[in-house]
């Protein structure tokens, strides 16, 4: 069965930071690009960051810029999210998503590049104080 299971979310302050994780199962990821994606409520899902099989194309989105870091640990079928300097507006369901690679790609933002047999089913980030 493919599954990719979020954990890490929560309630942090303003400035904090949380690390998330992506842990799959029924497949290898190390054939995939990652893809973190929030959603808030009344708004559309939004790509965040990117990841290539081998760590070798990485993107993020504009806000998330020197602030997130995207990573893979393919040995342990696991990504990871490290989001730093954590404001109010980063508040959102986060989900994880995995898409084959293909040679020359770079990874991507976009959902509808993410089959929707490949997401998780999010974990809750809060950012307040």
């Known amino acids: 069965q493919l599954q990719l299971v979020e954990s890490g979310g929560g309630l942090e302050q303003p400035g904090g930071s949380l690390r998330l994780a992506c842990v799959a199962s029924g497949f290898s990821l190390a054939d995939y690009n990652i893809g973190w994606f929030r959603q808030a409520p009344g708004k559309e899902r939004e790509g965040v960051s990117c990841?290539?099989?081998?760590?070798?194309?990485?993107k993020h989105t504009f806000s998330a810029k020197g602030r997130f870091i995207v990573s893979r640990d393919n040995a342990r079928n696991t990504a990871y999210l490290l989001m730093n300097s954590l404001n109010p507006e980063d508040t959102a369901v986060y989900h994880c998503?995995?898409?084959?690679?293909?040679?020359?790609?770079?990874?991507?933002?976009?959902?509808?590049?993410?089959?929707?047999?490949?997401w998780g089913q999010g974990t809750q980030v809060t950012v307040s104080s």
């Open positions: 998503a995995a898409a084959p690679a293909k040679p020359y790609d770079d990874c991507s933002l976009s959902p509808l590049e993410y089959d929707s047999d490949y």
């Open positions: 990841i290539s099989p081998d760590g070798g194309s990485i």
